[in-house]
């Protein structure tokens, strides 16, 4: 079966599938289990033996690199990432190495830095205690172990604050693959946890996924050529072509989804006049090892970081590997090594 017709019949039966009890926590492959009659227990490469995954479940992650977990985060801990992110819009609190971004069609004469909706994402707020909560949450961990093992490392933390579109279509987010910023491995243990903030879905800009494009190499990505501008490191795969392939993850609040580094995914425009929130974070084995990205096809993005870090921190020198030292934190276990 190709990529398209595969997703098609994933997205069949992902718009059949029901709702979960309001208390629950299940994860929710999309499959039926007859779609792995040949699946052998000693071919689990993408997960690890655990007793929270279900047969099925860690089969069907094998199968699509990703896997939704319903009603896992709880509203009044998302009520309380809201209240801080407002405080850290409003200038009230400023965490160490927060990087506060804009979307490009924002322009300099109407930029107000408290105003929220100056704000489409933060990055790395691993030095905000409450934000960071969210790395640490038991529910979240408990199933990040599953991938990753017992020594966590916390690696890449951001709030999405999606606007509504201005006609330019910069609040989409070009298909892309996770690793191409990460210089650190083995990819197969490191997974991205990213919960919904609020209801979800293709009218405000859901993630949308190419299901078992995990289980590919890394392609060269860049910033797409469009008109009215891309936000900054908004890289994309370049000449993508399979878009009928792409899956639509419809989500309510409190679900999170679990992805692989090397699954193709992105996200469409925010039609509505409301922002579009989610929190995420990258996890990774503390058992790791970084690489030297030169002459890959990450050389780029490390030359990016470069120029950032000297101009907005004066340092030169730098390569991509001490950029992520600098971010990472252990959430549980041992620092074995990154």
Request: net charge neutral; with cysteine; glycine share 6%.
């Amino acid at each position: 079966m190709n990529q398209s017709r595969a997703a098609t019949r994933l997205r069949t039966l992902l718009g059949h599938l029901g709702g979960p009890p309001a208390e629950a926590a299940v994860a929710h492959p999309t499959l039926g289990s007859s779609s792995f009659a040949n699946f052998h227990p000693q071919q689990f490469q993408y997960t690890l033996d655990n007793n929270v995954l279900s047969l099925e479940q860690r089969k069907f992650y094998e199968e699509n690199g990703f896997l939704l977990i319903k009603n896992l985060v709880s509203d009044e801990d998302i009520q309380r990432f809201q209240n801080e992110f407002e405080k850290i819009c409003r200038q009230e609190v400023k965490p160490l190495g927060l990087h506060i971004m804009r979307d490009v069609t924002i322009s300099k004469s109407e930029y107000d830095p408290k105003n929220e909706q100056m704000v489409c994402k933060i990055q790395d707020f691993q030095e905000d205690e409450e934000l960071f909560r969210y790395c640490t949450l038991p529910e979240i961990l408990k199933y990040v172990e599953c991938f990753t093992g017992p020594n966590i490392m916390a690696m890449h933390t951001m709030m999405i604050n999606k606007p509504p579109d201005s006609g330019k279509k910069t609040s989409r987010h070009p298909l892309h693959q996770d690793l191409h910023y990460f210089p650190f491995r083995p990819t197969d243990r490191i997974v991205c946890a990213w919960t919904a903030m609020e209801h979800i879905d293709r009218n405000n800009g859901c993630l949308c996924v190419i299901p078992g494009s995990h289980k590919g190499h890394l392609q060269p990505h860049d910033y797409p050529q469009w008109e009215g501008g891309v936000n900054i490191m908004f890289h994309g795969i370049q000449n993508f072509k399979d878009y009928d392939a792409r899956v639509h993850i419809q989500m309510e609040k409190g679900d999170t989804l679990f992805f692989h580094p090397l699954l193709i995914h992105g996200s469409g425009r925010n039609t509505t006049q409301r922002f579009r929130k989610a929190i995420s974070c990258h996890f990774s084995t503390a058992d790791g090892y970084y690489i030297d990205v030169k002459g890959t096809t990450q050389e780029n993005i490390e030359k990016e970081v470069q120029g950032i870090a000297s101009r907005l921190y004066g340092v030169d020198n730098t390569n991509l590997k001490d950029f992520w030292m600098f971010r990472a934190r252990l959430v549980k276990g041992e620092r074995t090594n990154l």
